[in-house]
């Protein structure tokens, strides 16, 4: 997919500028599968018994499956790692 994505940016970029051509991209990219991956995703989140926990193996299992082993993902020391601190902050909404 990420060879794809950039052999169109790099074709179309000479003759419509960033702008256009970041647009052109996403839409050819996000449209045609955007309302499937979203219906996917509330009806996995919805079943789970744990959404919050399903969305972290979802995100583990693209990680490993997904992008290859040519991809390094980093996560960065927080306190539970031994840090002296956090950078992020994750809410959990209990509606």
Request: glycine residues 8%; proline residues 6%.
């Amino acid at each position: 997919m990420t060879l794809a994505l950039v052999a169109a940016y790099e074709l179309l970029l000479p003759r419509l500028g960033r702008p256009a051509t970041i647009e052109a991209v996403r839409t050819a990219f996000v449209e045609p599968l955007g309302e499937a991956t979203r219906q996917g995703t509330l009806a996995m989140l919805d079943a789970a018994p744990d959404p919050f926990l399903a969305l972290v193996a979802v995100s583990k299992s693209r990680e490993e499956h997904a992008f290859g082993k040519g991809f390094v993902f980093e996560r960065r020391t927080t306190i539970g790692l031994g840090g002296s601190h956090c950078p992020f902050h994750f809410t959990r909404n209990q509606d």
